[in-house]
């Protein structure tokens, strides 16, 4: 098997983690990979920011159709984030007969048939394991070794800003306000928490779970949402009181009807509930199955690296299955 060639849409902070795991890990990569692998063209236009790694300046285009049109470009990774032009790009490098992997849940979420009838039309495969629980393998297991069961039920804490704040307003009795200010200071909430904090990140995810769990694709702008903000430390007693925490949850059940019923708000876990143990910025993805019963995927859910390994995972996964 020869070099594979990857072409990289954006050096941000998840890029940037993405090529330093493959830096880190490259012998265990390519040995896992049988071959040499490279990210030999990235967009970018900052291309003199200080980061961690070191980047040969040729490696950089300005052009994103000089990855497209490359015909020695096995592998495109997206990790521009947001719907546009992500997911114009995506679906133009799976029409340029490019594998892809992203790590964005924002255009896959709003773009999931487009995006996956692309790759099935050229013959392609596009992979987004890192787009739900960062550094967590749950879609990957839900699309294969769990596919002998009828998945019947999901709970997710799928965001870590949401999980940080109503874990420290819980344990440390802080209101909502300061614990936020806290959390854009450790870097675990953007300057502008707003697809955070009001529920949309999750509900972008709860929309790819649900694809892949139950077939049944749902658009995020048609998932009931409701964020935390409104979660006041007079609920948070109270629901202690009666033995809960509360929790924001991506909840998706298939009802006896086959109905699905689905929806992402601030939720009561009964503080024995496996849920109810997933504390800070951790993210976890409660599943049910007819035979396996119950399973919880738990670990770090966002950061460039935990991020990064996920998209590696995927590149490894379309290398092992390349016909070289």
Do not use: W
């Not at 709970?155 to 802080?174: A, F, P, Q, R």
Request: proline share 5%; aromatic share 4%.
């Amino acid at each position: 098997m020869k070099e594979i060639r990857i072409g990289l849409l954006g050096l941000g902070n998840i890029g940037t983690g993405t090529y330093k795991v493959l830096e880190t890990n490259r012998s265990q990569i390519e040995e896992a990979a049988g071959c040499p692998v490279n990210i030999v063209k990235i967009l970018e236009k900052d291309i003199d920011r200080e980061r961690d790694i070191t980047v040969p300046r040729e490696s950089f285009v300005s052009d994103a159709e000089e990855i497209f049109s490359d015909p020695d470009i096995d592998i495109v990774i997206e990790l521009l984030g947001g719907v546009e032009p992500a997911a114009t790009m995506i679906e133009r490098a799976l029409c340029s007969g490019k594998h892809v992997v992203t790590a964005n849940k924002a255009a896959v979420a709003a773009n999931y048939h487009r995006l996956m009838d692309a790759a099935k039309a050229h013959g392609v495969t596009l992979r987004f394991e890192a787009s739900v629980g960062g550094g967590i393998p749950v879609l990957t297991p839900l699309s294969s070794c769990l596919r002998a069961n009828r998945l019947t039920r999901v709970l997710g804490i799928v965001n870590g800003t949401t999980n940080y704040i109503l874990d420290k307003m819980t344990m440390e009795g802080l209101p909502y306000d300061e614990v936020l200010k806290d959390a854009q200071a450790k870097g675990f909430a953007e300057a502008d928490p707003t697809a955070d904090v009001e529920g949309i990140d999750a509900a972008n995810k709860l929309s790819i779970l649900m694809a892949l769990m139950f077939d049944h694709y749902v658009h995020p702008k048609d998932i009931p949402t409701k964020g935390i903000t409104e979660v006041t430390a007079k609920d948070i007693e109270a629901a202690r009181k009666d033995g809960c925490l509360i929790k924001l949850i991506a909840y998706a059940e298939v009802m006896d009807d086959g109905q699905i019923k689905y929806e992402v708000r601030p939720m009561r876990i009964i503080d024995t509930h496996p849920l109810s143990g997933v504390h800070r910025e951790y993210n976890a993805v409660f599943v049910e199955g007819n035979v396996v019963g119950n399973l919880m995927f738990y670990g770090p859910g966002a950061g460039p690296l935990p991020t990064g390994s996920a998209v590696m995972g995927d590149v490894l996964e379309i290398a092992k299955a390349m016909d070289r």
